[in-house]
């Protein structure tokens, strides 16, 4: 049934951040991460990978560990302000500004609540690599997500964001799914080396 494999996909992958956060080797838990998730993609019924990709699938393009791309930031206050997402496999999403993080040579980047239920936190971001051949996604990559279990850690007063485990949204490989992009507030004119980048070819 799909839905329980979905349910595996999201078990797998909230073990995968678990792993991490537990981690003392960031950089031997990075390459656990990748492994991990090029297993997933290749093997998984839930695989984001349309069927004619998946035969030549030799793994996802993600640029070695870099410590200098880990931050641990505060969230600072910000205007409210909502925003709905229309996807084609969830309905309208709702979102809520939780406030601004301000990463340290990359900029304010906005960071959302999922405003139904469930909860969850979710910074995407749009780097200047973006839809350049051979660099990020055209619409951005995803840092935090953590109702699918993509958690990185945070304390009451502030959040993990870790460029190196920035991934692509499932859109980048098929686009029959409709995902929350990187609007403005989570765009930045820095180009952001580390994490996975975009080939168009799997």
Known sequence: MIALEVADWRRRVFRMYADVRSATDLAA????????????FATHPSTPLLAEDRAG??????????????????????????????TGTDGVVPFDLL????????GPLDVWKLASYGGG??????????????GTYGGGRYLIDTIKGADL???P???????????????????????????PGNTTT????????????Y
């Open 121 to 134: 936190i979710f910074v995407p971001i749009k780097d200047a690599l973006h839809g350049k051949h051979g």
């Open 57 to 86: 699938f030799s793994g996802l393009p993600v640029e070695p560990y870099d410590p200098d791309w880990r931050f641990e930031v505060g969230i600072e206050p910000a205007e409210a302000r909502h925003m709905d997402v229309e």
């Open 29 to 40: 838990a990075h390459d656990r991460w990748r492994r991990s998730r090029d297993e997933l």
């Open 153 to 155: 850690g945070s304390t």
């Open 157 to 183: 007063d502030s959040l993990i964001l870790d460029f190196n485990f920035a991934y692509n949204p499932s859109c980048a490989y098929d686009p029959a799914w409709a995902c929350p992009l990187a609007q």
């Open 99 to 106: 406030g601004i993080a301000n990463v340290p040579g990359v």
């Open 190 to 201: 820095v180009e952001i080396p580390v994490g996975e980048r975009y080939s168009g070819n």
